[in-house]
């Protein structure tokens, strides 16, 4: 029952498809799509070589701007990014940029071509805590530019959600594997089951290192009190960790419940439909209007067969798994007893013994430096989104800012 | 990221890249070569340049373009003649080009009624700092009939001027030909003859792209009328290219260098020119509808390809594919090549069976049950019309027979084209 979780669930453009969607672009003078890549990807230029027979440029282009653009392909939310305000909507429909994207990287990797070039070591030392998309993208931007760095990572694989949360049918592990592949071979190292804090200090690191990045990203699921030490329950990126180590081959029970309603909550309940669970109930406290996660997301969970309540909090739990939920505006009670609930309420950051504090989930300091330390800070604890395109261009930021710092020193 | 030098020498000037704005609106004024010359072009052939006394005075609106299904912009047909602007401030606009872009290569395009307009130009420009020159023998849209493709087509008009051209200058200089005509090869020797240095090819050709309806008037419409004019763009590639490759293999110019132009949009356009012999390449209409923009793909993806091939000179790609271009009776008739069909890329329209059908050789059978083609081998002439219409690229050339009581020879080395897919 796995292989449908396993394969990816978009169908990718053949060269024809990617042409013909290609020929869609209006070729936009101020392209709205350029201007609205959180990471700089660039859009409009990369259908432009690609509308004129230059996929390989293409490629160049997409690979030199996002070095994770074969991830970003995937699971950008272009709806609300790129796609936003693309003039082709003016005629009918935003063309397909993630899937144009993830045809060109596929190409990239089809031909194996080798584009980022790096330069010559400069014999300065950058140490990065974290390896999800801020992290590895800080890291290979230094490295390009003859950084020596070195990322510590507690987990036994690299990638943070990449690797762990987002699921197989999303985002193969091949992917990732191949985009860390080729960092490391700009000469990345990467140090792992390594936490930072417990492992390893943070002040040895700022002794050792020229600088510091911290990229621990939102590490754990949230809970919620009325669950807390119940055996029925499991953190939704618990969960959707599992799956992702074990390939899929995990035992999903018959019944159910699952208590959010953002992307975190799709992914799971959709995991389980994809992995044979019969009866997947979502309650979420949002009404459909103010939903959260994306509609792509919405549709793929709908289209699974997910039963999904909206407006509905949660107030106790009895003994046997039952809970109950209360409407938010309405007078109206419902009762769920399942075999497993699985809770996607957030994440949240830990910065246990970095030396830094928080404000509202995210450092509490402006810009990308920890002010009057050699302690830089980016993706999701940093300022602004938290989705992987902004973690990439949070890594182009802080990278840039370490080497105005590293480059100012002297 | 993929570097070559696309430098190359044409007429004894070097150009930081063969890609230049042909003559036309596109290389009208300072500002919009200046433009070009930052986005990366190589050289600009600024717009004509007429005689003092000819008064320029355009029809408005002035372009109609060929569309085909969805396709905008097939061809481009113009009904627009030389400069516009006055002698005096073209020829400021060439001097202040050259002072601040000295390493892009400014070539500028005249035309005259007679001599002394040519030879007048010729040293007019020359003084304002061009590198080099073209001679227009070929609008085809003039209202004087000493001027434009008229000239092109008249060689004793082409020598002549030439000639004239080159008592007034030293600068290398070509004469650019008008498709409208059968042979090219005649003006370009009468022109080589004359004093030229080079060619440029082709204008464009003699058109009328549509016709409204209603109005019973060809497009564009000039106050209830329309004329014949120039036609351009995409469509009009195959043209150049033929020319080109007549102009490159004839004894009397195979080593006289050429411009081309002609429908030049991507990369793989310009490659087709340089493989038949082109040391430089010229574009209006591509611009005119995507902007100088396209240049950046143009050279990256040139480079692309010079890296494919493994050249680091532009120069080794010359002419390469002329050799291979032969006279049709010395072409291998001794084989046919019998369609193959991929049932897992089929979708089962069957446009083979009926381009097979209604313009070939009845030979593409359609099996009703399962909905797919196959061929009858005695039927099927290997003309592969079925190859071409298909629209997922399911057949390609396959199995190779030679024909009954042909000469053995050894089938598989022959060198076939590996899909006739045309995306
Ligand atoms: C299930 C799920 C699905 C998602 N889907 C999408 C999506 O489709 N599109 C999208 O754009 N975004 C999505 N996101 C959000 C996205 O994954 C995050 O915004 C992004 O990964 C944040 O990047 P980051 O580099 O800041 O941190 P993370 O990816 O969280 O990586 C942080 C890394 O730091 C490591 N770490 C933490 N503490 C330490 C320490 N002390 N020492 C060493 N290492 C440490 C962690 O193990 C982890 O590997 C999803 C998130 C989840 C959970
Ligand atoms: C609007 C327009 C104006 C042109 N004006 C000139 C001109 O002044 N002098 C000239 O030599 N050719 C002129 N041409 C011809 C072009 O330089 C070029 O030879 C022709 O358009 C074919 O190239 P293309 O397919 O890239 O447009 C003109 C073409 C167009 C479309
Ligand atoms: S990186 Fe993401 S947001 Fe940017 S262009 Fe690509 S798909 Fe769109
Ligand atoms: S906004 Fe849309 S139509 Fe315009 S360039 Fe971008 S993708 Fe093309
Ligand atoms: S090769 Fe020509 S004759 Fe043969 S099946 Fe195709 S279209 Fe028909």
Redesign the pocket.
């Known amino acids: 029952m796995s292989e449908k979780y396993r394969e990816e669930y978009e169908v990718g453009f053949s060269p024809r498809l990617v042409m013909e969607e290609a020929s869609r672009c209006l070729l936009c003078l101020d392209a709205p799509c350029s201007s609205s890549c959180p990471a700089g990807t660039d859009p409009a230029k990369f259908i432009r070589s690609l509308r004129f027979k230059n996929v390989k440029g293409a490629a160049e282009t997409v690979r030199i701007n996002n070095i994770l653009g074969a991830i970003c392909a995937r699971v950008c939310p272009t709806e609300r990014y790129c796609q936003a305000g693309c003039s082709r909507s003016g005629i009918d429909k935003p063309i397909e940029i993630g899937l144009i994207q993830r045809y060109i990287t596929d190409f990239e990797d089809a031909l194996k071509m080798d584009i980022v070039e790096v330069k010559e070591p400069n014999g300065k030392k950058v140490a990065v805590i974290g390896s999800g998309p801020a992290g590895l993208t800080a890291a290979a931007k230094l490295a390009e530019d003859g950084y020596q760095v070195t990322i510590y990572e507690k987990e036994a694989k690299a990638g943070g959600y990449l690797r762990y949360g987002i699921p197989e049918y999303r985002l193969p592990n091949q992917i990732v594997d191949k985009e860390i592949k080729r960092i490391v071979e700009m000469g990345v190292d990467i140090v792992l089951n390594t936490k930072v804090g417990e492992d390893i200090k943070i002040e040895e690191l700022r002794k050792e290192y020229d600088a510091v990045i911290i990229a621990v990203g939102y590490s754990e699921g949230k809970m919620l009190p009325m669950f807390e030490n119940n055996r029925k329950v499991i953190k939704a990126v618990d969960w959707l960790k599992k799956c992702k180590d074990k390939k899929g081959n995990v035992k999903v029970p018959e019944n159910v419940l699952v208590v959010g309603g953002g992307d975190v909550a799709m992914d799971v309940v959709t995991s389980l439909k994809l992995l044979g669970c019969p009866h997947v109930t979502d309650v979420v406290y949002e009404q459909f209007s103010e939903f959260k996660a994306s509609k792509k997301e919405l549709e793929n969970a709908q289209e699974q067969g997910v039963t999904i309540i909206d407006g509905y909090v949660p107030v106790a739990v009895a003994r046997g798994g039952i809970v109950k939920f209360k409407h938010r505006v309405i007078p109206a009670e419902l009762k769920v007893k399942a075999d497993l609930i699985i809770l996607a309420v957030g994440q949240s950051p830990n910065v246990e013994n970095l030396g830094v504090e928080l404000e509202k989930g995210e450092i509490n300091a402006k810009g990308v430096r920890v002010p009057d330390t050699n302690v830089f800070f980016a993706g999701d604890i940093g300022h602004g989104e938290k989705t992987v395109v902004w973690g990439v261009r949070s890594g182009k930021e802080v990278a840039f800012e370490v080497k105005r710092f590293l480059g100012g020193k002297k | 990221m993929v570097k070559k030098d696309l430098s190359i020498t044409f007429m004894g000037v070097k150009f930081p890249n063969p890609f230049c704005l042909s003559s036309s609106p596109v290389g009208n004024c300072y500002d919009m070569c200046a433009k070009a010359y930052r986005e990366g072009w190589g050289g600009v052939v600024f717009k004509t340049i007429g005689p003092k006394h000819y008064l320029i005075d355009e029809v408005s609106p002035r372009f109609d373009a060929l569309t085909k299904e969805a396709e905008p912009f097939v061809g481009f047909k113009n009904m627009e003649q030389i400069a516009e602007h006055s002698l005096e401030e073209n020829l400021a606009d060439l001097r202040r080009l050259k002072k601040e872009f000295p390493n892009q290569v400014l070539i500028a395009s005249i035309m005259g009624s007679n001599e002394e307009d040519w030879e007048v130009l010729a040293k007019l420009v020359t003084e304002a700092g061009a590198d080099m020159i073209e001679l227009n023998f070929s609008c085809p849209q003039m209202t004087s009939h000493a001027m434009g493709s008229d000239v092109g087509s008249n060689p004793e008009l082409c020598k002549k001027y030439c000639a004239a051209v080159r008592r007034s200058t030293k600068l290398p200089f070509m004469a650019k030909m008008t498709p409208n005509i059968t042979d090219m090869c005649v003006p370009a020797i009468a022109s080589i003859e004359g004093g030229a240095d080079g060619i440029a090819a082709i204008n464009t050709i003699k058109s009328i792209i549509n016709v409204d309806l209603d109005k019973k008037v060809g497009l564009p419409i000039i106050n209830g009328k329309s004329s014949i004019s120039g036609y351009s763009g995409k469509a009009v590639k195959p043209v150049a290219l033929r020319f080109i490759q007549q102009m490159k293999t004839h004894p009397q110019l195979k080593d006289v260098e050429i411009s081309g132009i002609g429908g030049i949009e991507t990369w793989e356009d310009a490659a087709e020119f340089i493989l038949l012999g082109c040391k430089n390449l010229q574009v209006t209409t591509g611009i005119m509808q995507y902007g100088y923009r396209i240049v950046e793909d143009m050279k990256n993806g040139l480079m692309h390809y010079m890296d494919e091939q493994g050249v680091d000179k532009l120069e080794d790609l010359v002419g390469l594919a002329n050799k291979n271009i032969i006279p049709a009776e010395e072409l291998d008739r001794d084989y046919k090549v ?2 193959e069909i991929n049932n897992d890329k089929c979708v089962g329209c069957g446009r ?1 069976v009926i ?2 059908y209604d313009g ?2 009845q ?2 059978e359609w099996d009703k049950e399962n909905r797919r083609p196959t ?1 009858n081998k005695d ?9 071409l219409v298909c629209p997922v690229g399911a ?1 390609k050339p396959g199995e190779r027979v030679l024909k009954p009581g042909r000469k053995a020879k050894n089938l598989s080395k022959m060198v076939l084209q590996e899909s006739v897919e045309k995306l």
């Open positions: 019998y369609p083979c381009s097979c070939a050789h030979a593409m061929c039927k099927c002439v290997g003309c592969l019309l079925c190859g057949i």
